[in-house]
């Protein structure tokens, strides 16, 4: 199937100069960012995962950016698709003629209007242009090889992409399913347990407390609503235990862990051909991992005590 000549200079002039301006930009981007967190050793988790996360959502506001605003260009010129090409009769001409290509002189743009010829003066020149210079056939302008090799880009960048969401759209079908399955915990003392926790981490969102046997390891998900899915095996758990694991996985909902991982997510989806965007992902779940432990530890819990609850 071949694509219709306006679709090739579309992709030429436009997509194309785009792609490459954009990521050319996302590789600096998240290069200031790898460079200012390496200055932050002494600072935070949480601060350190905020620099990241400023990044990569800047990675997905950055097309727009660079297509609405001028200005950061980082194309060189020999690179500029955009710029406008010689018209094709000044080029035929300057061709068939060399030695004419000098007396060729461009009209100003500053024109103020058309200029009014007479009939018989327009038609004896027309009759003299003729007569001087020779019939020359424009060939129309087909399109060259590096309109397939657009092309093909093209269709390689969303069919990678397309895969690298699919991990996205299977995890929360999955999590669809895992909440129909799980039950609604309803005890008294594990309400009573976890608004003292959201009261403790100032959430004022109302979080929904799971149980399920499918699943060995706490985990929580949801930004309007969240989730908090505890193991069965739970039940026998002594009361420090379920207080450190709830703090833990609370923590993500005050830090609005989901919508950050999922933002992250589709970013890796966008610019998986950039190694430096799955490096900030993984840097993000380790600060963001971090940072929850530090919540846990300033409400008191024991490093000690907290590192054996957690194994």
């Known amino acids: 199937m071949t694509a219709s000549p306006d679709f090739n200079l579309w992709l030429t002039q436009n997509a194309a100069p ?26 935070s988790a949480a601060a350190r995962h905020l620099v990241w996360f400023l990044a990569v959502a800047g990675l997905l506001a ?14 060189p010129r020999w690179m500029d698709w955009t710029r406008a090409e010689p018209a094709p009769a000044v080029a035929a001409v300057a061709a068939a003629d060399p030695a004419r290509q000098a007396s060729i002189t461009p009209l100003p743009a500053n024109i103020p209007g058309p200029v009014a010829i007479a009939p018989s003066f327009a038609a004896g020149w027309h009759e003299s242009l003729s007569a001087a210079t020779p019939s020359i056939r424009v060939p129309e302008r087909t399109p060259g090889r590096a309109f397939d090799l657009w092309r093909v880009g093209l269709i390689l960048w969303i069919s990678v992409g397309a895969l690298a969401l699919l991990p996205v759209v299977l995890g929360t079908f999955g999590l669809w399913r895992l909440e129909r399955t799980a039950r609604v915990e ?4 594990w309400l009573e347990l976890l608004k003292r926790l959201l009261n403790r981490l100032r959430i004022r969102r109302s979080v929904v407390l799971l149980k399920s046997a499918q699943r060995r390891m706490p985990m929580t998900w949801g930004v309007l609503r969240p989730r908090l899915l505890l193991p069965e095996e739970s039940r026998e758990w002594t009361e420090d235990r379920r ?10 909902a005050r830090r609005w862990d989901y919508l950050t991982n999922l933002t992250t997510q589709f970013a890796c989806a966008l610019y998986w051909f950039n190694p430096l965007v799955w490096i900030a992902a993984r840097q993000m779940i380790a600060e963001r991992e971090r940072a929850c432990d530090d919540i846990v530890l300033h409400h008191g819990a024991k490093p000690a005590h907290y590192a054996e609850q957690v194994l």
């Open 243 to 252: 207080r450190v694991v709830m703090l833990h996985e609370l923590a993500h």
């Open 18 to 43: 785009l792609f490459v301006d954009v990521a050319v930009k996302s590789v600096l981007l998240l290069a200031l960012a790898w460079g200012a967190v390496f200055c932050m050793k002494g600072s």
């Open 62 to 75: 950055l097309p727009l950016l660079s297509g609405s605003l001028p200005g950061w260009r980082v194309l």
């Open 186 to 189: 309803k005890g008294s003392a």
